[in-house]
């Protein structure tokens, strides 16, 4: 089974609104990752936070972690059409020597 | 630009025939994965390479392969493809086998 589990599977909602998506881990991480992915396209990565961080902000994404709890939170604030796509988290398991990708969150941004 | 390319984009190959997707890159970055994706899943790593050392996936069927001849270039070989196998595959490079990866477009792969 895959490592991150995604919450919600799928969001929809309207341009300007704000859109949260959750990833929840089982095991220590040395960092998580988080990808934006088009239809039918490459997975663009958007923000690595490192388990000693809490948060990180690109433009208008806001990346927090928790630890304590395994879990990961991707904010996009004022969401446009364009922001129409699938997001996937992926974790860096200390005993392992690659990252695990969740199952996603498909996010429609309704214009 | 300095990038992940995977050739081709698209992919027609018949039940059984052999076929190999390519990939390249010029960020010179030491490890390279190749992954599957079937529709609305997650990318699910088949191996990767950091360097020269290969690393398999335990539940990576035997029917795919993979060669890098150097630095810049990977390999997937799928020796006799089935029907279950038609997915997106998405090369991915990055300096660290935990670190940022950047993916290539991915090739989509039909079998008929």
């Known amino acids: 089974s895959q490592q991150g589990e995604e919450d919600p599977q799928a969001l929809s909602i309207q341009e300007g609104e704000n859109a949260t998506m959750n990833c929840s881990y089982k095991t220590s991480i040395n960092n998580l990752q988080w990808y934006r992915q088009n239809s039918g396209r490459g997975l663009v990565h958007l923000i690595l936070?490192?388990?000693?961080?809490r948060e990180k902000h690109s433009g208008r994404l806001r990346v927090t972690l928790d630890t304590s709890k395994k879990s990961s939170s991707l904010l996009i604030t004022a969401s446009r059409a364009a922001d129409t796509a699938s997001y996937f988290c992926?974790?860096?398991?200390?005993?392992?020597?690659?990252?695990?990708f969740g199952d996603g969150t498909t996010l429609t941004v309704k214009p | 630009d300095a990038m992940v390319i995977q050739n081709p984009r698209y992919q027609v190959t018949q039940f059984g025939k052999p076929v190999t997707l390519s990939c390249s890159q010029t960020l010179n970055h030491n490890v390279m994965y190749w992954y599957q994706q079937k529709s609305s899943q997650a990318p699910k790593l088949l191996f990767h390479?950091?360097?020269?050392?290969?690393?398999n996936e335990a539940d990576t069927p035997d029917n795919f392969q993979s060669r890098r001849p150097n630095t810049s270039f990977c390999f997937l070989d799928i020796r006799s493809p089935g029907l279950g196998d038609a997915a997106m595959y998405l090369c991915a490079t990055s300096t660290g086998d935990q670190e940022t990866q950047y993916f290539g477009p991915g090739t989509r792969l039909l079998v008929l």
């Open positions: 390479y950091y360097d020269k050392d290969f690393n």
């Open positions: 992926a974790t860096a398991d200390t005993n392992a020597g690659k990252s695990t």
């Open positions: 936070i490192r388990s000693n961080e």
